[in-house]
């Protein structure tokens, strides 16, 4: 019989409370993963805990403010003083605020670039000093196609997005010696909060009738593959669906 894919893995995971990451987490912790669940919201990450709990899974919330350096840090001592050295970074917090270009404040730019990008850069590298003297891990970021294709009221979200794959291609080559790798992927439009911001109900209900969304659970199996030693030969990989193409 084939082991669980996560089984003995120490996850962290951040936007945990969000729509992604509460199904993320609950899947990754039924694959046997032990899971700290990161999230600015308190309450929303203690739902995910919650319903990891009551898949049977581990997990426990930590309070982190993905801009800020030294929150990782805590979020990640946690983790190994819980649950052992860390094999996996899932780096999931972002925000859409879909704002035309020539509305768009330099607030707000930095605001998207802060939380989806910087946040990348400063997870990865708290994550990547703990891996390479252990020489295994895996940092797993979420993209977007749009950081591909573009999107309208969406010039800082796909800037920061077609960011997070350079910056996953460029680590992945200084990683290539070792059993550390770094990935991005892009689950598609998947009906959470996030993606329903800046539209009116009848605006969901229409784009949902036609079928170019997904639901939150729909990439859990890739994610728990990507997450996974099942996954090795990926390094620096962008992997998406996107059913706008
Ligand atoms: N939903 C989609 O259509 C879609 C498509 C492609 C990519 N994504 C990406 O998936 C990720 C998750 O999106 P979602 O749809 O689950 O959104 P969501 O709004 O449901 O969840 C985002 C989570 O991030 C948390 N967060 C916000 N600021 C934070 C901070 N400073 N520190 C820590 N946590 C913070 C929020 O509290 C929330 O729980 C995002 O990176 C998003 O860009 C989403």
Redesign the pocket.
Known sequence: MQAKLLEGKVVAM????????RCYGVAMARAGAAVAV????TD??QATVDAITAAGGRAFAVR????RAA?FEHLLDQAEARYGPLDVLL??????PRVALVDMTEETWDAVIA??LR?VYLGARAAIRRMLPRDRGIVLS?????GIRGQPKGSA?SAS?AGIIGFTRAVSLELKDTNVRINCF??????????RVGKSEEDAKRLLAAGY??Q?DDFSSVVVFLASDLSWPLNGEFISRDLHR
Request: charged share 10%; glycine share 20%.
């Open positions: 951040t936007g945990g409370g969000g729509g992604l990451g990161a999230d600015i919201d929303a990450a982190t403010d993905v801009t929150d780096n999931i917090a972002g925000m859409f939380l989806n946040s979420t993209a977007s196609g749009t979200y997005k892009g689950p598609g439009a998947t009906d959470t909060p996030l993606w969304v997904y939150p």
